[in-house]
């Protein structure tokens, strides 16, 4: 966009109209290199931003993924802890639950002998009595 340059008339007159064009020509290029100057330089910054912008935006993407990967090595080491703990109780609980089960079948051998010599008295008292009465 060309600068329209309002000159006075007597600068007109004192160097000519020829001149005072060529003065205003002269100054709407010059005009028209700094506006492109100005758009070449501002375009030069934005690559130069937009490639710090890309340096800086990879770094982070290590940093985060070098992040995450020690993170996922935190858990699968206490992911793979917690699993042994659990090992280990279940173990224990195996353990209680074999004595249980063997102290469980002790106690029901001793009960079920008891209750077989029960049954034999109870039985032979009654075939003592059905022999008597008979």
Known sequence: ????????????????????????????????????????????????????????????????DQRTAELEAKIDKRTTELEAKIDQMNARIDTRFSDQEKKLEAALHAHTRWMIGMWALVIASQVGLWIRGS
């Open 1 to 64: 966009m060309p600068i329209t340059a309002k000159l006075s008339r007597e600068f007109y007159e004192r160097f000519g109209d020829k001149v005072v064009n060529e003065m205003v020509d002269l100054f709407n290029r010059i005009d028209d290199a700094s506006r492109s100057d100005l758009r070449l330089l501002n375009e030069q910054n934005a690559l130069r931003y937009e490639s710090k912008l890309d340096q800086r935006t990879a770094e982070l993407q290590a940093k985060l």
